[in-house]
């Protein structure tokens, strides 16, 4: 018997070897710090630390990847380009501010308004730096104000005799460009003040905004052209808790232009957009399809508020390019905009570009629900004449308007609880004045 109970033990630990011990989690290692001024960047905040910073970025990225830190300072920087395992902070009182002298930043092959190109870099840039992260709570102002000037003497300029001007044909760098990266984190971090578009994202996955100041000025100078997000070819984008005021329209969806765009490989849809607890101050439009689109779906805003006088949805629609908008919510907005929705002709830079085809857009299942307030006017839906509009609904929506008016031509559209100025919206195809097609500033 005591040799029996001798061995026991024996038994018992050849029994539990045949199932490993669970091994506790190991946290992974925070990324290494690489500290802008460690490799030469001054806070002399009118030395330009373009090479400091990149040397900062290259060193990250050849230990096998860290977090580039931006210190408490105004370090001034022209094009930065960030590279796989390599991610962005900017500590409480740091500013990246951009340079205003356009030969800071390269030409590269890009992307911009719909199309393939070469285009000046923009201040943060990343091409497919999986898992790239941006996080405040400091500052990146794009130093915008040469560029604005520039931008409207030229127009001007061309107005004078007779000549129109686009948006390329003064050059000025976005702000951020993020270009093939999944898994992206832009967080509590300001953006303020870019040349052109404050965060360009195209042909990303998962990315999420959150907690985000997005400014650019109305006045003394406008800040032409600075979008504040544009997501171009994505798919599962989240932008919530942000504050957004820019010169141009707030989140837009992008994805390509012209009579073949969707035959062409670096165009494609955007899909599967939440925004939420959001508030829009001045822009040209907090939510956007356009102008350069071919088919957005699975658009979500909701718990948002605004404070401005322009459209809360606007669809802006190319007569020469096959454009999808379908399967879009809005629910729980409140206060103060332009329209509710404006689906409207958007001709800026027409260009069939010799083809023989007859593009035309198609929206359908739209639902705008729990909206409360006070607009301008309550809705324009008077597209392109070979537009395809159905299913449009307004649900639980209450509106007070200067103009009863309401330009709508299409049958399609239902309302089930809504009041204009306190009475029943009920007919399904409104009345009003024909309106002229909206124009960029």
Same mark, same amino acid.
């Given at each position: 018997?005591?040799?029996?109970?001798?061995?026991?033990?024996?038994?018992?630990?050849?029994?539990?070897?045949?199932?490993?011990?669970?091994?506790?989690?190991?946290?992974?290692?925070?990324?290494?710090?690489?500290?802008?001024?460690?490799?030469?960047?001054?806070?002399?905040?009118?030395?330009?630390?373009?090479?400091?910073?990149?040397?900062?970025?290259?060193?990250?990225?050849?230990?096998?990847?860290?977090?580039?830190?931006?210190?408490?300072?105004?370090?001034?920087?022209?094009?930065?380009?960030?590279?796989?395992?390599?991610?962005?902070?900017?500590?409480?009182?740091?500013?990246?501010?951009?340079?205003?002298?356009?030969?800071?930043?390269?030409?590269?092959?890009?992307?911009?308004?719909?199309?393939?190109?070469?285009?000046?870099?923009?201040?943060?840039?990343?091409?497919?730096?999986?898992?790239?992260?941006?996080?405040?709570?400091?500052?990146?102002?794009?130093?915008?104000?040469?560029?604005?000037?520039?931008?409207?003497?030229?127009?001007?300029?061309?107005?004078?005799?007779?000549?129109?001007?686009?948006?390329?044909?003064?050059?000025?760098?976005?702000?951020?460009?993020?270009?093939?990266?999944?898994?992206?984190?832009?967080?509590?971090?300001?953006?303020?003040?870019?040349?052109?578009?404050?965060?360009?994202?195209?042909?990303?996955?998962?990315?999420?905004?959150?907690?985000?100041?997005?400014?650019?000025?109305?006045?003394?100078?406008?800040?032409?052209?600075?979008?504040?997000?544009?997501?171009?070819?994505?798919?599962?984008?989240?932008?919530?808790?942000?504050?957004?005021?820019?010169?141009? =329209?707030?989140?837009?969806?992008?994805?390509?232009?012209? /009579?073949?765009?969707? &035959? %062409?490989? +670096? @165009?494609?849809? #955007? !899909?599967?957009?939440?925004?939420?607890?959001?508030?829009?101050?001045?822009?040209?439009?907090?939510?956007?399809?356009?102008?350069?689109?071919?088919?957005?779906?699975?658009?979500?805003?909701?718990?948002?508020?605004?404070?401005? =006088?322009?459209?809360?949805?606007?669809?802006?629609?190319? /007569?020469?390019?096959? &454009? %999808?908008? +379908? @399967?879009?919510? #809005? !629910?729980?907005?409140?206060?103060?905009?332009?329209?509710?929705?404006?689906?409207?002709?958007?001709?800026?830079?027409?260009?069939?570009?010799?083809?023989?085809?007859?593009?035309?857009?198609?929206?359908?299942?739209?639902?705008?629900?729990?909206?409360?307030?006070?607009?301008?006017?309550?809705?324009?839906?008077?597209?392109?004449?070979?537009?395809?509009?159905?299913?449009?609904?307004?649900?639980?929506?209450?509106?007070?308007?200067?103009?009863?008016?309401?330009?709508?031509?299409?049958?399609?559209?239902?309302?089930?609880?809504?009041?204009?100025?306190?009475?029943?919206?009920?007919?399904?195809?409104?009345?009003?004045?024909?309106?002229?097609?909206?124009?960029?500033?």
């Amino acid at each position: 018997m005591k040799a029996l109970l001798a061995l026991l033990p024996v038994g018992l630990t050849a029994f539990l070897l045949r199932f490993p011990a669970a091994i506790p989690p190991q946290k992974e290692a925070a990324p290494k710090d690489y500290v802008i001024t460690q490799f030469g960047a001054s806070t002399d905040s009118t030395t330009l630390n373009t090479e400091a910073i990149q040397r900062a970025i290259d060193k990250a990225n050849a230990d096998g990847g860290g977090t580039v830190v931006i210190p408490k300072g105004v370090f001034l920087s022209g094009a930065l380009f960030f590279k796989p395992r390599t991610q962005l902070r900017l500590q409480e009182g740091a500013k990246l501010k951009g340079s205003d002298n356009i030969g800071d930043y390269p030409l590269v092959p890009s992307r911009m308004e719909g199309q393939k190109l070469d285009y000046y870099a923009a201040l943060v840039n990343a091409y497919q730096v999986n898992g790239f992260r941006v996080t405040g709570p400091g500052t990146i102002d794009g130093n915008g104000l040469r560029f604005w000037k520039s931008f409207w003497a030229h127009r001007d300029s061309m107005q004078k005799v007779g000549k129109s001007s686009t948006n390329l044909e003064v050059h000025r760098p976005r702000l951020l460009f993020i270009w093939g990266c999944d898994n992206v984190t832009i967080e509590k971090v300001k953006l303020h003040n870019a040349g052109f578009w404050t965060t360009h994202l195209y042909q990303c996955n998962n990315v999420l905004l959150e907690g985000c100041d997005i400014r650019s000025p109305f006045r003394p100078v406008k800040a032409p052209s600075t979008d504040a997000v544009d997501i171009d070819v994505c798919k599962k984008v989240t932008i919530r808790n942000c504050y957004i005021s820019v010169n141009d =329209d707030g989140i837009v969806m992008k994805g390509g232009k012209g /009579p073949n765009a969707q &035959q %062409l490989p +670096e @165009n494609g849809p #955007v !899909e599967d957009i939440l925004v939420e607890n959001c508030t829009f101050g001045e822009v040209h439009a907090a939510i956007t399809c356009g102008s350069e689109c071919i088919h957005a779906n699975r658009i979500t805003v909701r718990n948002c508020k605004v404070d401005n =006088d322009r459209p809360l949805l606007l669809f802006k629609m190319r /007569p020469d390019t096959y &454009q %999808l908008y +379908e @399967n879009i919510t #809005v !629910e729980n907005v409140t206060g103060r905009c332009g329209t509710i929705v404006t689906l409207s002709p958007w001709t800026q830079f027409f260009n069939l570009a010799g083809s023989t085809e007859k593009p035309f857009g198609t929206i359908r299942n739209i639902t705008i629900s729990k909206v409360k307030v006070k607009c301008k006017q309550f809705a324009v839906l008077d597209g392109n004449p070979t537009d395809k509009v159905s299913n449009i609904t307004f649900k639980n929506v209450q509106a007070t308007a200067e103009t009863a008016a309401f330009p709508n031509k299409y049958p399609d559209v239902k309302f089930t609880n809504v009041t204009l100025n306190g009475a029943p919206l009920k007919a399904a195809k409104g009345e009003g004045p024909a309106v002229n097609p909206l124009k960029p500033d």
